[in-house]
């Protein structure tokens, strides 16, 4: 299971971004073909906020693509889950946010978690921090590719 963060989901719809936009949107369609893509009700929240609010997208639009996120595995915030994700917060020296994206992935049972805010390579447990965007901008070689789900 690959959880996709709000910053990399946001990359799919964004024309002001072409060359992370080339990244993201053939990643999350192959992951969420694949059924393996992850987000939780705040990934939802933020994404829906920055395409509308800073990407000036409509809002039917933005709730047409939110729609076929919350359509995936959607991890819920509950109490408990607030909780765990504060503890994380303090243990790992993590912010709140970004605390709760990786508390989710966690409870989710990712490998991966797909995110450009985050420190790329740090690992939580066997779920390790992915920045996808960092080769594609930076140098001329292939993007990330999500690995593909085994076969048995």
């Not at 609010?53 to 693509?65: D, E, I």
């Amino acid at each position: 299971m690959i959880f996709v963060d709000s910053n990399v989901a946001v990359y799919v719809l964004d024309a002001t971004e072409p060359a992370k936009r080339a990244v993201a949107e053939p990643l999350v369609a192959q992951v969420a073909k694949d059924g393996r893509l992850v987000t939780s009700t705040q990934v939802l929240q933020e994404t829906f906020n920055v395409l509308t609010r800073k990407k000036r997208l409509t809002a039917a639009s933005a709730l047409a693509f939110v729609s076929m996120l919350a359509r995936r595995r959607v991890v819920p915030s509950t109490a408990d889950f607030v909780l765990k994700a504060l503890q994380l917060s303090v243990q790992a020296q993590l912010s709140v946010w970004d605390a709760l994206i990786v508390q989710a992935a966690l409870d989710a049972g990712c490998t991966t978690l797909l995110s450009e805010n985050l420190q790329h390579g740090r690992r939580f447990g066997s779920l390790e921090i992915v920045n996808p965007f960092l080769q594609a901008v930076h140098e001329a070689v292939p993007a990330y590719t999500a690995p593909r789900k085994r076969r048995r």
